[in-house]
């Protein structure tokens, strides 16, 4: 018997919807607004897996989810891409499952220091931006890595003020 797409759709709306009631319930955002606060860093996202027994996978999730600054975590084996989380603002990522990625290599339950990154090996759009990575290794070739954008701030570009500045000159 063949489920039909809206039944399934309905269900993958239902699971994203459950996910996020549990994560709010295990990990209330107003208990990490001090963690939230400072500079994005990995050992962040370590206190958040032990103080609320979580998965380092899941303090990640929720740290890029809640944090202000524009990044991203994602997940390797082997360095290869699994999957990304995106918080707000952050571009996409151009990389597909399975392809090599580059990262740091790091011992397992060892975190590089913040570093800054070529944005052409992660996005297509957006060269211009900054791009710093640190990646904390873990046990079989495992590792999560924390990507942090400065995107060039869109009022900047001097396109449209330049030219009517040009003719209000009169």
Same mark, same amino acid.
């Given at each position: ?8 759709? &309905?269900?993958? /709306?239902?699971e994203a919807e459950a996910n996020t009631f549990a994560i709010e319930l295990l990990? +209330? &955002?107003? *208990?990490?607004? +001090?963690? $939230? ?5 990995? !050992? ?26 524009c990044m991203a975590v994602v997940f390797t084996k082997d360095r290869r891409f699994?999957?990304? !989380? /995106? %918080?707000r603002g952050f571009p996409f990522i151009e990389i597909r499952q399975d392809e ?12 590089? !220091? ?21 990646? $904390? ?13 400065? $995107? ?6 001097? %396109?449209?003020?330049?030219?009517? !500045? &040009?003719?209000? *000159?009169?």
């Amino acid at each position: 018997m063949r489920v039909s797409s809206s039944t399934e759709s &309905r269900h993958v /709306r239902q699971e994203a919807e459950a996910n996020t009631f549990a994560i709010e319930l295990l990990v +209330p &955002r107003s *208990r990490l607004k +001090p963690l $939230l606060r400072s500079p994005p860093d990995l !050992e962040k996202v370590l206190k958040i897996a032990d103080e609320f027994d979580i998965s380092k996978e899941a303090a990640a999730r929720r740290y890029v989810q809640l944090h202000a600054d524009c990044m991203a975590v994602v997940f390797t084996k082997d360095r290869r891409f699994t999957y990304a !989380e /995106r %918080g707000r603002g952050f571009p996409f990522i151009e990389i597909r499952q399975d392809e090599e990625c580059t990262i740091a290599r790091v011992a397992a339950g060892a975190i590089c !220091e913040v570093d800054e990154v070529d944005a052409s090996d992660w996005f297509a759009g957006n060269q211009d931006a900054q791009l710093t990575a640190q990646t $904390l290794g873990q046990a079989q070739g495992y590792a999560i890595t924390l990507l942090c954008a400065a $995107l060039p701030d869109e009022d900047d570009d001097p %396109g449209i003020d330049d030219t009517f !500045e &040009r003719f209000d *000159r009169g």
